[in-house]
C-alpha cells in the first residue's frame, strides 16, 4: 500500500500568516482550472473525494493541506493528527483560472501562490499538472517562472492522455522535455525536472507519479530504513 493512501484533511488555509508551522517536507500540486489536478490526487491517494473541484474554474482560493503520517486522534477524518508522527503534507493549490473572478480575487491569488511556492521553506518540490493537450499555457509558464529561481525540483504530470494517439502523446512528452530544458542552461543550472504522461480513467502513469511524489518527499528513504534486514544465511 502507498504511504500517500494515508492522506487526511489536516488545515486549510486563506492568508500566508495562516500556514501550518510544521517542519515536515511538503510537495504542492499546482495546476490550471480544468487540467485534472483534483482526479489526480484522488487517484494518487486512493480516495474519491479528498481533493474537491470548484463547479466555477479558479474560484476556489484557499490552500489546501493533506497529512501523510500521523494517527487522527479521535475517529473523526478531521480530528486532529498526532503531531509526532506526522511525516510530510500534500499541499493543493487553487488551480488557476479566472473566466469568473474579480480583480481582486485575481491579486490575491497572485499574492498568495506567488509568495507560498517562492517562500516556503519546508516545500520540497513541485508537481505541476498540465493537460496534455494544451500544456504550458501562459499560467503554466507564470508558475514555472515563480518556481525556478528556488532550484528545487518539478514533476509535471501531463493528464487525459488517453484523449491522444500515441504519436501524438510521443510528441508533447517531447515538447514537454524542450520547454523545461530551456530553464537549465549550459552547466546545467537550473531546476530538476521530470514529466510524465497520465491517464485517470486509463490509470496510465499512476505507478510512476506515485514512486516520484515518494521519492521527493524522501519517504522512499523511511521504507528503505524501516524494512527488515535480510536473512542471514550463514
Known sequence: MSKLWQARFFTTVNQLRDLPSTRVPEIAFAGRSNAGKSTAINILTNQKGLAFASKTPGRTQHINFFSIGGAHVGQHRNDPVRMDELQALLVDLPGYGYA??????????????????????????????????????????????????????????????????????????????????????????????????????KRVGVEEANDKIIELLGLAEDDAQAAPAPPDNE
Open 100 to 201: 469568473e473572478v474579480s480583480g481582486g480575487a485575481k491579486l490575491h491569488w497572485q499574492k498568495l501562490l506567488g509568495d507560498y511556492v517562492q517562500r516556503r521553506e519546508q516545500l520540497a518540490a513541485l508537481v505541476l499538472i498540465m493537460d496534455s493537450r494544451r500544456p504550458f499555457t501562459e499560467l503554466d509558464v507564470q508558475m514555472l517562472e515563480w518556481f525556478a529561481p528556488t532550484g528545487k525540483p518539478i514533476h509535471c504530470i501531463l493528464t487525459k492522455v488517453d484523449k491522444l494517439n500515441r504519436n501524438e502523446a510521443t510528441n508533447v512528452l517531447r515538447q514537454a522535455r524542450q520547454v523545461l530544458d530551456s530553464y537549465v542552461d549550459e552547466e546545467g543550472n537550473g531546476f530538476p525536472f521530470t514529466v510524465q504522461l497520465f491517464s485517470a480513467l
